[in-house]
């Protein structure tokens, strides 16, 4: 159980999942309204046609909106490692914050222990692996720039969510780093990891990187500290499907 001290507010905005039902993939967003209730109203809005199976305000106080069992509407058109449909395999969280229309700031402490431990929970009972926690912006770079920038996904992979590899220092001047050479490899890195990079749209997709990865700077531009980075996390992600793969098969 995440803790009796959950509320909740039923949203009518929701239906079945696929067949056979899954559920493997965890989906951070931001409100990106001017105050929780505002959210609140519109998630569970029936002409409004969003929702989300969890909010969590900056107070800390968490709401469940829609069973988990149930697809919610909180994805929209998006894309994770080919995969398309997003809603029919994952639950949703949404991040009380005004989001970078009405004032974007940081996460305060209540609201980021509560999403940790919410995140654990959930991750706990439904098995959903470190390569599938991702933000909006993640599987919807061309659209969507949620949770953005200041969002602590550090501490969450501290905690065993998500995926964080430590930063290497990378000398400026020096040209790429060995495993990535260019743009066609930063493409292909930007794939591996789990971008859906399109024609046309390489440079939203990289900006997406960077907010989540390399949060200083999110121009969308292939320098060397971005080319790095790429190549740590396509690392990293490999790593860690490598990990679970036979653990998959084992459990099948």
Not at 16 to 41: C, F, N, Q, W
Not at 152 to 178: C, H, K, Y
Not at 209 to 217: C, D, I, N, T
Request: contains cysteine; glycine residues 10%.
């Amino acid at each position: 159980m995440i803790s009796s001290g959950v509320r909740y507010r039923p949203s009518p905005n929701h239906d079945r999942r696929g067949e056979p039902s899954r559920i493997d993939m965890l989906v951070l967003h931001y409100t990106g309204m001017k105050t929780a209730d505002e959210a609140l109203a519109r998630l569970c809005d029936p002409t409004a046609r969003v929702s989300a199976h969890y909010v969590v305000e900056e107070n800390g106080t968490i709401w469940q909106l829609v069973p988990e069992e149930r697809r919610a509407f909180h994805a929209g058109r998006s894309c994770w490692a080919g995969g398309g449909d997003l809603n029919q395999v994952s639950i949703g969280i949404e991040i009380v914050n005004p989001g970078h229309e009405w004032g974007y700031r940081p996460f305060p402490e209540d609201q980021m222990a509560a999403v940790q431990r919410l995140c654990g929970a959930l991750l706990a009972r439904h098995r959903i692996p470190p390569d599938r926690v991702v933000g909006h912006s993640d599987i919807a770079p061309d659209r969507k720039s949620d949770p953005g920038e200041l969002f602590d996904w550090p501490r969450l992979a501290r905690a065993g969510i998500g995926i964080w590899p430590e930063r290497a220092a990378v000398a400026t001047g020096r040209g790429l780093p060995v495993g990535v050479v260019g743009r066609a490899a930063a493409l292909a890195a930007l794939a591996a990891i789990g971008y859906c990079v399109t024609v046309g749209q390489e440079r939203v997709a990289l900006a997406a990187f960077q907010r989540r990865f390399r949060p200083e700077r999110w121009d969308g531009l292939l320098d060397t500290e971005t080319a790095g980075r790429l190549a740590e996390l396509r690392a990293a992600y490999d790593r860690t499907r490598r990990a679970i793969r036979p653990f998959t098969r084992a459990v099948n």
